[in-house]
Nanobody
Framework: QVTLVESGGGLVQAGGSLRLSCAASGRIFSSTFMAWFRQAPGQEREFVAGIRWGVGNTYYSDSVKGRFAISRDKAENTLSLQMNSLKVDDTAVYYC????????????????WGQGTQVTVSS
């Protein structure tokens, strides 16, 4: 069993930065794929960024590539998302998720989810 708790959301102006964190409790295997998803009002939840827990390979959606950076601290069991050059379109609830089956961009394959943290970018 894995429990995920996000923090770090808030209100920021366009062009600003925010850093999200996700504290994980429970066993995180090296084969686990950890990711950030987001869901804006009236839209489907979408993959933002992900990382292979063991080797650290990272993956990004085209919409955030070059602006966001995902990282993990294996000793602290934490996942982070550094978000720079934020845009109004980045406004959404951001979720941390874990998939023990490995790399995936589909939210349906993830077994564990955090409660979400709101990110609002104003113009």
């Amino acid at each position: 069993q894995v429990t995920l708790v996000e923090s770090g959301g808030g209100l920021v102006q366009a062009g600003g930065s925010l850093r999200l964190s996700c504290a994980a409790s429970g066993r995180i295997f090296s084969s686990t794929f950890m990711a950030w998803f987001r869901q804006a009002p009236g839209q489907e939840r979408e993959f933002v960024a992900g990382i292979r827990w063991g080797v650290g390979n990272t993956y990004y959606s085209d919409s955030v590539k070059g602006r966001f950076a995902i990282s993990r601290d294996k000793a602290e069991n934490t996942l982070s998302l550094q978000m720079n050059s934020l845009k109004v379109d980045d406004t959404a609830v951001y979720y941390c998720a874990a998939d023990r089956g490995g790399y995936s961009r589909m939210d349906s394959t993830y077994e564990y989810w955090g409660q979400g943290t709101q990110v609002t970018v104003s113009s």
